[in-house]
């Protein structure tokens, strides 16, 4: 699986911005998919998860009701919808894609996903 995000950009605090992660493969709607975030000197952390059919899912308490993340099957993408940017949401975002089971598994944590896009970055000012 390959993945490859869009959507990023430089926004002011307030407003909204839409990423996209488009996934090759056959097989996308078997995965779990998540989007991480990585701030300059901090360590990557979760921001939300999708589960294989985007019947569940679950946010970081910092996004929680400000983003929401859904997936489209049928067009093998996933997105990530984030209103109310602030500041510190400032980082590089990535997409994961993830063979495990979704409900018993810790989907928050990076290494258990099995495929990462590169990132698209995601500037909010003041």
């Known amino acids: 699986v390959q993945l490859v995000e869009s959507g990023g950009g430089l926004v002011q605090a307030g407003g909204s911005l839409r990423l996209s992660c488009a996934a090759s493969?056959?097989?996308?709607?078997?995965?779990?998919m998540g989007w991480f975030r990585q701030a300059p000197g901090k360590e990557r952390e979760f921001v939300a998860a999708?589960?294989?059919?985007?019947?569940?899912?679950d946010y970081a308490d910092s996004v929680k009701g400000r983003f929401t993340i859904s997936r489209d099957n049928a067009k093998n993408t996933v997105s990530l919808q984030m209103n109310n940017l602030k500041p510190e949401d400032t980082a590089v975002y990535s997409c994961?894609?993830?063979?495990?089971?979704?409900?018993?598994?810790?989907?928050?944590?990076?290494?258990?996903?099995?495929?990462w896009g590169q990132g698209t970055q995601v500037t909010v000012s003041s």
């Open positions: 999708v589960s294989w059919s985007g019947g569940s899912t």
């Open positions: 994961a894609a993830g063979s495990f089971r979704y409900g018993s598994s810790d989907y928050t944590t990076p290494g258990i996903y099995d495929y």
């Open positions: 493969g056959r097989t996308f709607a078997s995965y779990a």
